[in-house]
């Protein structure tokens, strides 16, 4: 059965979605930007920052079901600029052992609020 899934400690969504959704054994996060819980956008910080932040959020989200970074089974990581992928691989593999999750990284030519990273995770509910 479908559940739509919403923290306080993760950012609004800033459209028409829900922060992620489960069917009870998987998780879906919606993609993730550079956004404080509080609203602040961080479209003008480092990407290093602004993957910190989109993987911050994440985690909150996962959080908020009793789940850590090690449920991610999968994420997908739209940059603006590929140019930007070895500052944001850098940060990114810091929120993750030795047996990180699958990922795709791809360059997405533009992103929403004009930010420069986005990252969307599927993670399993029962690790
Ligand atoms: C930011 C985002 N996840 C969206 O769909 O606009």
Request: proline share 6%.
């Amino acid at each position: 059965m479908k559940r739509t899934i919403s923290t306080d400690d993760a950012p609004e969504a800033v459209g028409a979605y829900s922060q992620a959704t489960t069917d009870g054994s998987t998780l879906y996060t919606a993609g993730q930007i550079p956004l404080t819980p509080d609203g602040e956008l961080l479209d003008g910080a480092s990407i290093a920052k602004q993957t910190a932040q989109a993987l911050d959020n994440v985690v909150a989200i996962l959080e908020s079901e009793d789940l850590d970074a090690s449920a991610i089974l999968k994420t997908t990581v739209y940059l603006a600029d590929i140019d930007d992928f070895q500052e944001m691989n850098e940060t990114y593999s810091t929120y993750f052992d030795a047996e990180p999750p699958a990922r795709s990284a791809v360059e997405a030519g533009a992103l929403p609020k004009g930010v420069d990273v986005e990252i969307e995770a599927v993670a399993i509910l029962e690790p």
